[in-house]
């Protein structure tokens, strides 16, 4: 089991997908997405969303991501957060997105 220490040092921030597209180096189709984090700034990540999204529908949608993890290559690219999905039982990652919009920046809490 987690702690809630263990929970609330996972700092979960929303922000807007400023740009997407595919990205060529991945095994499985996926997508490199550019995230605004208002007063944190611009992140890239690397999301396996394609099952479910296109590049054209991602941008201006808000996202929520942990922006605290180290950066790591993932097929090429400097991911720096990860994207927050949920497997529907299909195999598909659906997006954990704010029901309204929110500060770019905004922490879960």
Do not use: H
Not at 53 to 78: I, K, S
């Amino acid at each position: 089991m987690a702690t809630v220490d263990e929970f609330l040092s996972l700092d979960i921030r929303a922000g807007t997908v400023i740009s997407a597209e595919i990205n060529r180096g991945a095994r499985k189709r996926a997508f490199v997405l550019r995230v605004d984090f208002g007063p944190l700034g611009r992140r890239d990540s690397s999301a396996q969303i394609s099952d479910l999204y296109e590049t054209g529908d991602l941008v201006g949608l808000q996202v929520l991501a942990v922006v605290n993890f180290p950066a790591r290559q993932v097929a090429g690219v400097r991911s720096e957060v990860l994207i927050l999905a949920v497997d529907n039982g299909r195999g598909e990652n659906v997006l954990l997105i704010p029901e309204r919009p929110v500060p770019d920046g905004g922490r879960v809490s």
